[in-house]
């Protein structure tokens, strides 16, 4: 048959099978899993109480305070900034991961915002709302790096420092994210700054004892 007639679905069909060929569903489970929590914890927590992030959210906010850069043209950018690195140093199967993933977050935040928020508002208990919001992003996004995904261009930025400088995950998250918490200390309050503090130094924590549970050298660690 002429390549030229063959139908489109059937194209479209063979790309998807390529794509998920190599992911099992242990992985996509994993993945999804992931991006939910995160989501759910961002959409429910953080976007209600003004505790932020540092890294790509943080450099964004940062962007758009003092450059008038709107969030909707400096994310893209900054993310895809992030993935072509990464790509360079981990390879196709990390990118192939990382729009899974990215597809997946903006999916179920997509679901989370058609609905109120479902938590209390942890406006008023701003440390509580710091932790909290720390242990959903921390594992939701740790689901996700355990299987080789990226939910954002920070997860992408810290698997290829700690690839690079051989650290340890938690090492480059906290390396980016206040890098960034600093800088931002030039129109955010120290206090808004000190509560996102505790946010990056949980999740961080938390992102890398998931990503390396189980694994021979956090088993060293404990010992």
């Known amino acids: 048959m002429d390549a030229s007639n063959t139908p489109p679905t059937s194209a479209f069909s063979r790309i998807t099978r390529r794509f998920f060929r190599d992911i099992t569903f242990k992985k996509l489970l994993s993945i999804l899993i992931g991006t939910a929590i995160a989501s759910f914890g961002l959409y429910n927590i953080h976007q209600r109480t003004g505790i932020t992030e540092g890294g790509i959210l943080g450099t964004i906010l940062l962007i758009n305070h003092w450059f008038g850069i709107s969030p ?45 928020p479902v938590l209390p508002d942890l406006s008023p208990y701003p440390i509580a709302a710091a932790v909290l919001g720390a242990l959903f992003i921390g594992t939701g996004v740790g689901l996700v790096v355990r299987q080789g995904g990226s939910s954002s261009g920070d997860d992408a930025l810290a698997l290829t420092i700690s690839h690079i400088t051989r650290c340890r995950i938690s090492v480059a998250y906290l390396a980016t994210d206040l890098t960034v918490l600093l800088l931002s200390l030039t129109y955010i309050s120290w206090k808004r700054i000190a509560y996102s503090l505790i946010t990056v130094t949980i999740s961080s924590w938390l992102i890398d004892w998931i990503q390396n549970f189980g694994s021979p050298s956090s088993k060293k660690t404990s010992q």
């Open 72 to 116: 909707s043209i400096a994310t893209p950018v900054l993310d895809f900034c992030c993935y072509g690195l990464a790509f360079h140093y981990l390879g196709g199967e990390f990118l192939k991961l990382a729009i899974l993933s990215t597809l997946s977050f903006s999916g179920f935040f997509r679901i989370w915002e058609r609905f109120p």
